[in-house]
């Protein structure tokens, strides 16, 4: 498929993915602060989620709060190009699994994982092939805190909502919801605003300071 062409995605940043975003929607698109095992890769996929709320224990039945059942339900057939989105319920610094858990995401070959709660056992998750995002590492358990309860509803990821077959981009810079729908003309407006900041770095390299104090310039 051309909207998943490697080519396209490279043009582009978290950054300007946001303002391309900021440009066609009224509704909050981005998350900020997530950080990574491997900072330096990018995740993008195809969204499916699971929802997590904070424990109870006269309501929790471990097969029907299983994080494994949830996941099967949740990923697809052909996984290759999917983002697993777990929200925290608003408890950031509550784990929602680490390397054990997350073998899952090896074994069957997904992009990556982002969450704004914590992960842990970042020296195991950064030998992965999936990419992961998450609030930070941590070393406490959370499944006395929080338990999984739906596969492919939407979520909320620190205030953003996201919706299954929504589109995720995450870099070192942060992290980007962009609607199914919208893809091809996110990522076409993002390319010009990469074209024109590269634009305005000659300009403001040949610019002349006594005009700007004058005049002012467009970038501000």
């Not at 992960?119 to 950064?126: N, S, V």
């Not at 980007?176 to 076409?188: K, M, R, S, Y």
Request: glycine share 8%; aromatic share 6%.
């Amino acid at each position: 498929m051309s909207i998943l062409n490697n080519g396209r995605l490279r043009s582009v940043s978290a950054a300007s993915l946001t303002d391309a975003l900021g440009r066609l929607v009224d509704h909050r698109a981005h998350v900020l602060d997530l950080v990574s095992p491997t900072p330096g890769r990018v995740l993008f996929g195809q969204a499916v989620t699971i929802r997590f709320v904070p424990f109870r224990s006269d309501l929790f039945d471990e097969s029907r709060h299983s994080f494994a059942r949830h996941f099967y339900d949740a990923v697809p057939a052909q996984p290759s190009r999917t983002v697993l989105v777990l929200d925290s319920s608003g408890h950031p610094d509550v784990s929602v699994g680490g390397g054990t858990k997350f073998s899952r995401l090896q074994n069957l070959g997904l992009a990556g994982l982002v969450t704004d709660a914590r992960l842990r056992d970042f020296d195991e998750l950064m030998h992965y092939e999936p990419v992961f995002y998450c609030r930070g590492e941590t070393v406490r358990a959370g499944t006395e805190a929080l338990m999984p309860i739906a596969a492919n509803v939407p979520v909320s990821l620190d205030g953003t909502t996201v919706v299954p077959g929504d589109y995720i981009y995450a870099d070192h810079s942060g992290t980007v919801v962009i609607p199914a729908g919208l893809l091809d003309q996110v990522l076409d407006v993002a390319a010009g605003i990469e074209t024109q900041d590269r634009a305005f770095l000659a300009e403001i390299r040949h610019e002349d300071p006594e005009q700007v104090r004058s005049t002012g310039s467009r970038e501000g």
